[in-house]
């Protein structure tokens, strides 16, 4: 699902059916989408650079709104912790939840971006990893 909220846009795994490698292909495809904005800006000039956030976790999803706009959208922490994964992220970076980076340590090198951070609408600091790429 794609999904614009402001400049960002939301691509969401798992949903409507999940699989055992959904953090895998959302990692995988957010490392696809890095190298093709390089791409973009080595070969065509284009000043395209992007930061994302991933977080893996239970959400709850459905057609929402009222009845004259109704959207397939996403809902729950795992969203939000996404966002707000994508807003600290500089050009060019693939920022991690650790829920994420547990499900994806056996397929990229990542590396913890120093103390956990406090996160809005959490009540404990988190870690979040840097993915190599």
Same mark, same amino acid.
């Given at each position: 699902?794609?999904?614009?909220?402001?400049d960002?846009?939301?691509?969401?795994?798992?949903?409507?059916?999940s699989?055992?490698?959904?953090?895998?292909?959302?990692?995988?495809?957010? %490392?696809?989408?890095?190298?093709?904005?390089?791409?973009?800006?080595?070969?065509?000039?284009?000043? &395209?650079? &992007?930061?994302?956030?991933?977080?893996?976790?239970?959400?709850?999803?459905?057609?929402?709104g009222s &009845?004259?706009?109704?959207?397939?959208?996403? +809902?729950?922490?795992?969203?939000?912790?996404?966002?707000? &994964?994508?807003?600290?992220?500089?050009?060019?970076?693939?920022?991690?939840?650790?829920?994420?980076?547990?499900e994806?340590?056996?397929? +990229?090198?990542?590396?913890?971006?120093?103390?956990?951070v406090?996160i809005?609408? %959490?009540?404990?600091?988190?870690?979040?990893?840097?993915i190599?790429?």
């Amino acid at each position: 699902v794609d999904k614009h909220i402001g400049d960002s846009v939301m691509v969401l795994f798992g949903a409507p059916f999940s699989f055992h490698d959904d953090a895998i292909r959302a990692v995988s495809s957010a %490392v696809d989408m890095q190298k093709e904005a390089r791409r973009l800006r080595e070969q065509k000039g284009l000043d &395209l650079h &992007l930061g994302i956030g991933v977080c893996t976790g239970d959400v709850v999803t459905g057609v929402f709104g009222s &009845l004259r706009k109704k959207e397939y959208t996403a +809902f729950g922490m795992a969203v939000n912790m996404a966002a707000r &994964l994508e807003k600290m992220a500089k050009p060019g970076e693939i920022l991690v939840s650790e829920s994420t980076y547990g499900e994806v340590t056996e397929r +990229f090198k990542a590396e913890v971006i120093g103390p956990p951070v406090p996160i809005k609408g %959490v009540t404990d600091p988190i870690a979040v990893y840097r993915i190599v790429i």
